[in-house]
């Protein structure tokens, strides 16, 4: 899945991730689309991690991210 865009300040950001990554897989799980990256991440309690996997410029690389609250919308 390539990484279109992050928020400014958001838990991707904050462990690394940049726009044009492709993110590989989600504990160990490839996304199938955006939506189920998202969704995934939104299943975990807000303070616990998840291990990102993905390639830059064709190199791999792996972070962790803090999950953080969705910010509510409105």
């Known amino acids: 899945m ?8 958001s838990p991707a950001q904050r ?3 940049q ?3 492709l993110l590989l897989d989600i504990d160990g799980i490839p996304p ?5 990256a998202l969704g995934r ?3 975990r309690q807000p303070g ?3 291990l ?4 830059r ?10 999950v953080g609250e969705r910010p509510r919308s409105g």
Not at 52 to 55: A, D, E, K, N, S
């Open 41 to 43: 991440i939104a299943s």
């Open 32 to 36: 199938h689309s955006a939506q189920d």
């Open 2 to 9: 390539l990484i279109g865009n992050l928020y400014v300040g």
């Open 15 to 17: 462990a690394g991730l």
């Open 19 to 21: 726009p044009g990554d």
């Open 57 to 66: 410029g064709g190199r791999m690389f792996e972070v962790r991210a803090q």
């Open 48 to 50: 616990s991690n998840v």
């Open 52 to 55: 990102l996997r993905g390639m």
